[in-house]
C-alpha cells in the first residue's frame, strides 16, 4: 500500500476496470461464506424470478432458491457472492423475470461442456435447479480447490503460476480462484463475463459509515453492515450525522444494498408508544422513562413527545431505565479550568475526548461547560469517545488517509481508491495519533489500476 499523499494532486477520471486474465478474484473472495446473509442473498434474488422460486434441493426436499443457495455457501465455504455471479454468468438467471425451465435445469452450466447435449442420458442426474447449485460449488470446494492445496493443480493443468494457453492467449492464474475458475470455464470470454459481473455488483461495496445519495434523487442512506438504512428527515440527518460526508453515487449502487432499518427521528427524541410507554432515542437505543415524575425532573414536557408505533419498537435496543437518579442521560460536554481537558458526561461516567475536533465530529452544536477537577473527578472512567463511523481522518505525523467503519480505521490506499469512492478531500480531519490509535486497523480499500 502507498500512503496518500493530500498536497499538489492533479485528479484524473478513474477509467473502467481492465480485464486481467491472470487474476479474477482473489481467494479471500471466492472462499468467505459469511461475505453474504441470508437476507442480502434474498435481496440480490429478488431482481428475477428466483426471489419466490422454490424446488427441490439435492437431497429431494422443497426449498426455496435463496436456501439453496444459503446451504451450498456455508456447506462448502463458498462466498454466496460467488454462486450468485455464477448463476448469472451460466443463465442469466439473477436478473431474468421469465427464464425457461432448461435455464433453471442447468442453473450452474454443471456437467454441461461445450459439445455436450443437455439431453445426454449421462448428465441427467446432474439436472435441476438444486443438483446444480450443490455440485458446481462441490466441485469447486472439494475438486479443484483440493487438488490445488494438496498438488498444486487441477487434474495437472490449472493451478497458480502455471502457464495455459486459453483461447490462444497464454493465461497464468496468479491464485487458486483464479485456477479454479478456469477450470470451470476454460475460456477467456466466461471468465471475462464472470468478472464484469463480479464488479457491476461487488467491486464498489461502500464501508460502514458511508452516507449515500442516487445523483439525482433526494433520499439520503446510511450504510451499515452491508444494508442500506433510509434517512426519513433531515433534523435526523443532522442529529445523527455530518451532512458534508454525503457521497453522491450511481443509483444502481444503491440496488445492491437491501433495506435495513429506517432513521425516522432525531437522536435524543422523546418518543410515546402505543401503551403509553414513553422514551429517550440515543442512537438506535431506547432508554424507557420509569415515570412522569422523572420525564419532568429532566425538563422534558409533554409537548416534545412524538408518538411511534409499536411495531416499530423492533428496529430498536431497548436500553437501560432512566430514573430520577440516572446522571445526563442526553449527555453534556465539561472542560477543565486547569488543562483544558475535554469529557462527555453520560450516565454517572466521564469519557475523554483525546482531541477537540471530536466535538465538531461528534457533538456538533453541543456547548461546552467549564468546571473544577473536582466535578468531573465525581463520575467514574468510561472508555474514551472514538471517532463517528464514516469520517476521513489522518494524523499529524503520517499523510496516510483513513476512513472509519465499524470502529476500524480502514486505510486508503491510492488517491484512484480516494476518488472512485467519492470522497471530498475537504472532509479529511487531521487528529493526533493517540485518538487514531484508539481505533484498530483494518483492511485497506483499494480498486484495480
Known sequence: MKPLLIALLFLLPVPALAFNPDYLISDWELEDPFALDFNQIQHYLNRGYLGDYKTTDWEGDVAYATDIVWTAAQTYSLNPKFILVLLQKEQSLVEDDDPTQNQLDWATGYAVCDSCSKDDPAIQRWKGFGKQVNSASAQFREGYLADIENVGSTQGK?????????????????????????????????????????????????????????????????????????????????????????????????????????????????????????????????????????????????????????????????????????????????????????????????????????????????????????????????????????????????????????????PIGSESAFTTYGWSWDDIETVNASLLKQHRIGDAIEVSE
Open 158 to 410: 490449472y493451478g497458480p503460476d502455471i502457464e495455459v494457453e486459453i483461447d490462444g492467449t497464454t493465461v497464468t492464474p496468479s491464485n487458486a480462484a483464479t485456477a479454479a475458475l478456469y477450470a470451470y470455464t476454460p475460456h477467456l470470454h466466461g471468465n471475462e463475463n464472470f468478472v464484469k459481473i463480479w464488479d457491476r455488483w461487488f467491486s464498489q461495496q461502500y464501508p460502514s459509515g458511508s452516507l449515500l445519495q442516487g445523483d439525482g434523487e433526494s433520499g439520503v442512506y446510511y450504510i451499515e453492515f452491508g444494508y442500506k438504512r433510509a434517512i426519513h428527515s433531515w433534523s435526523a440527518l443532522q442529529s445523527r450525522f455530518d451532512a458534508d460526508l454525503i457521497i453522491t453515487v450511481n443509483p444502481n449502487i444503491l440496488e445492491n444494498y437491501p433495506d435495513g432499518a429506517p432513521i425516522d427521528f432525531p437522536n435524543y427524541s422523546l418518543l410515546q408508544d402505543e401503551d403509553g410507554t414513553i422514551y429517550l432515542l440515543v442512537d438506535d437505543t431506547l432508554r424507557p422513562v420509569d415515570s412522569l415524575d422523572t420525564f419532568h425532573s429532566f425538563g422534558f414536557v409533554e409537548d416534545e413527545l412524538t408518538d411511534i408505533d409499536n411495531d416499530d419498537l423492533v428496529y430498536f435496543e431497548i436500553g437501560e431505565t432512566i430514573t430520577e437518579a440516572s446522571k445526563s442521560p442526553e449527555g453534556e460536554i465539561l472542560q477543565l479550568s486547569t488543562n483544558g481537558a475535554l469529557f462527555f458526561i453520560q450516565d454517572g461516567q466521564r469519557h475523554i475526548l483525546l482531541d477537540e475536533a471530536l466535538i465538531d465530529m461528534r457533538f456538533s452544536g453541543t456547548s461546552v461547560r467549564e468546571v473544577l477537577p473536582m466535578e468531573v473527578e465525581q463520575y467514574t472512567e468510561g472508555d474514551a469517545v472514538i471517532i463517528p463511523e464514516g469520517h476521513l481522518v489522518k494524523s499529524i505525523e503520517d499523510p496516510t488517509v483513513y476512513v472509519i467503519s465499524e470502529t476500524e480505521r480502514l
